[in-house]
């Protein structure tokens, strides 16, 4: 708990700090909520609904623990039209967001001991979803100069106890996302140890901000390049909609024992206690999937732009983000913690990178009002002076 606490008690801190000095001279960037308002749909739709559907069978138990049938449809028919897929509604699963997706694919898949992979830096509650299961979480070091797999070492720490992959893309806190290359030379890998163990490795892509990629940049869907991958996503960003835990998980025909998979995941989807997704905000995706309603973009684009050209040119080292809402910012110090009291003292709140088990930089959650940026640079930049990156 003490580990995953990180970016709440900055978040905290960062409301004594307004409320001490007036929340216009604090410029919080720990948490990745989304500032951008849903689309008036998403309030139409949810009227609309309310207004005119029986309200014992809208706030009632769904029918189903995967979630409204119609529902799922419309997902996969959307997913089938972007994408080149071809799945069903009997290969989708509603759930309470992305996290509770990946729980259930984690608890139908593992039993005590076994092996998780993950790449630093990485979102670090994929510790406690691992080990709520008695598994263990196995971490590839980060590549600091791309922030890409190290493929020889994710190649070596496979072994017949790893069950399953986890990659985030885009990646929360980076901001990078795996190319198609990338994503084809990991599930080489994968195939290649599959048959050396005799086993099957899940790959789970954990997608909740697919939809934020700039600049014309693709997120391969990567049940097309590897057999055994699944799909958990949350509409919280494509939407802003965090607050309404609306997600899913797509789990292929073409999965090892994909039956089986679906049918413990649809228990599990009970069992881990978040009790099927919402019923309202389903009826509302439903909406939105078929009128292809999503947030706009251009937001987040200018704030990225913003940021990320003036701490560059104040002398930060960054990595340019190509997705998500994130800045990962080279610490000037070896000790990011002590960069993030120096930053503190200019109101300026960010986020350890061990917390994403990348010591040595700090993230910055660039999902703020356009204006907090413009007032928070003279502060990054004498936060610069101060450690000799500019004058």
Do not use: W
């Not at 014992?56 to 049938?69: E, F, M, Q, R």
């Not at 997706?101 to 092996?115: A, Y």
């Not at 024992?257 to 069992?271: E, F, H, K, M, Y």
């Amino acid at each position: 708990v003490k580990n995953n606490s990180a970016i709440r008690m900055m978040f905290e801190e960062g409301k004594r700090l307004a409320a001490q000095y007036g929340p216009e001279n604090v410029y919080d960037f720990s948490l990745g909520n989304p500032n951008v308002p849903a689309p008036e749909a998403v309030k139409n739709a949810i009227i609309e609904i309310v207004s005119e559907e029986d309200p014992i069978v809208l706030h009632g138990y769904t029918n189903s623990n995967c979630g409204y049938a119609d529902v799922r449809e419309a997902v996969a028919d959307s997913l089938n039209k972007r994408f080149g897929t071809n799945f069903s509604f009997k290969n989708l699963i509603m759930t309470v967001g992305a996290a509770s997706g990946l729980n259930i694919i984690l608890k139908s898949i593992l039993n005590p001991g076994d092996e998780v992979i993950v790449f630093a830096p990485y979102f670090v509650e994929y510790n406690a979803y691992v080990r709520n299961y008695d598994g263990n979480v196995v971490i590839i070091s980060p590549d600091t100069e791309t922030f890409m797999p190290k493929l020889d070492e994710f190649e070596a720490k496979i072994t017949a106890r790893t069950k399953a992959v986890i990659i985030n893309n885009p990646n929360n806190p980076t901001g990078v996302v795996y190319d198609e290359a990338t994503i084809k030379a990991l599930a080489a890998i994968m195939e290649k140890k599959e048959k050396e163990f005799g086993t099957s490795i899940v790959l789970i892509s954990d997608e909740p901000y697919r939809e934020l990629a700039y600049g014309g940049v693709d997120v391969p869907f990567v049940t097309k390049f590897y057999h055994n991958a699944v799909v958990g996503y949350s509409y919280s960003k494509s939407l802003s909609v965090p607050g309404e835990r609306i997600g899913y998980v797509v789990i292929p025909d073409e999965v090892d024992d994909s039956a089986a998979l679906i049918g413990a995941a649809t228990i599990a989807n009970r069992v881990i206690g978040c009790v099927n997704a919402p019923s309202l905000i389903q009826k509302a995706l439903q909406y939105c999937i078929q009128h292809d309603v999503t947030v706009d973009l251009a937001t987040y684009e200018k704030n990225r732009n913003l940021i990320y050209g003036a701490l560059t040119e104040y002398g930060f080292t960054c990595a340019k983000p190509d997705g998500a809402f994130y800045l990962f910012v080279k610490s000037p110090v070896e000790n990011e913690k002590e960069f993030c009291e120096v930053a503190k003292k200019h109101h300026v709140l960010v986020v350890p990178g061990s917390s994403f088990a990348c010591p040595g930089y700090v993230r910055l959650a660039y999902c703020v009002s356009y204006g907090q940026i413009e007032r928070s640079l003279p502060a990054f930049k004498e936060i610069a002076k101060e450690y000799g990156l500019c004058k």
